[in-house]
């Protein structure tokens, strides 16, 4: 896969759709990679840009040392864009990664004209619950964690099946640096005032069976937004694009063409 290189920080991403195409950004949930949107890719347009990288400590990316803070995540996004000479994108971000989409929206406006906030918030947990677990997984591991991580992820039906397993083998294999850097980031963040200052077109979804940013929150964050869309996912957990691609790409589609970018 190819890759940037940022300072002593390396990106892992992949390229798809058609070169020339309207862009589209994708950034994952902590603890997972760019691979949560393989079922989802091949279901959108192809003749838009599809870019997905792995978050710093997270799949092919390297780990710098943690803790991390939501400000160099979003210096990563922004640099990885301007590296691909991507403007004017709509940035797709589940969980931590929908974070980043608010906060590089509010930066920089000429890389981002419109958002899709899934499953994510303003502002995610407490700092506590955050660092509980970054003491948890640097005492005990990921395996420590998987359980009821998935638990948040999947409704028990696709979390007890082949793919639901294979995520949990997923998340284990991750980095315990790479989770424990991201959830810091995560307790450090609290973007309720400068999300409410977005104007820009966004699409909120979120899966009916999500037990990290459960609905209420979600929609409470896309009611900061002024003019934005929000929509509930039947059936879904935390990663919607992993067990329910099709409807998740039905409403991405939708919006996209909504606001002329396909």
């Not at 020339?20 to 949560?36: E, K, M, N």
């Not at 850097?181 to 699409?203: C, H, N, V």
């Not at 934005?228 to 039905?250: L, N």
Request: hydrophobic share 40%.
């Amino acid at each position: 896969m190819p890759h940037i290189e940022i300072g002593d920080l390396r990106l892992n991403y992949l390229d798809e759709g058609r070169a020339t195409g309207a862009p589209v950004v994708f950034a994952h949930a902590l603890g997972s990679d760019l691979r949560i949107w393989d079922n989802l890719i091949p279901l959108l347009p192809q003749d838009l840009r599809l870019v997905r990288y792995d978050l710093r400590g997270h799949g092919r990316s390297t780990t710098p040392e943690p803790p991390y803070a939501m400000g160099a995540l979003i210096r990563d996004a922004e640099r990885l864009m301007e590296a691909l000479s991507i403007r004017e994108a709509v940035f797709v971000g589940c969980s931590i990664g929908g974070m980043i989409a608010q906060g590089l929206a509010v930066k920089r406006l000429d890389l981002v004209r419109g958002l899709v906030l899934c499953d994510t918030a303003a502002k995610i947990g407490t700092p506590e619950i955050w660092q509980d677990r970054i003491d948890q997984v640097r005492s005990y591991g990921l395996e420590s964690l998987a359980d009821p991580t998935m638990k948040r992820w999947f409704a028990p039906a696709f979390r007890q099946g082949p793919e639901g397993q294979l995520w949990r083998e997923r998340f284990i294999e991750g980095d315990p640096d790479g989770y424990a850097g991201g959830a810091a980031a995560i307790a450090g963040t609290d973007f309720y005032t400068t999300t409410a200052r977005l104007t820009l077109p966004t699409l909120a979804l979120v899966g009916s069976e999500d037990g990290s940013t459960p609905p209420d929150l979600v929609r409470e964050t896309a009611e900061l937004i002024r003019g934005s869309r929000f929509e509930i996912v039947r059936g879904a957990g935390h990663v919607p694009s992993v067990d329910k691609p099709a409807e998740v790409a039905a409403l991405v589609t939708e919006f996209l063409r909504s606001i002329g970018h396909v």
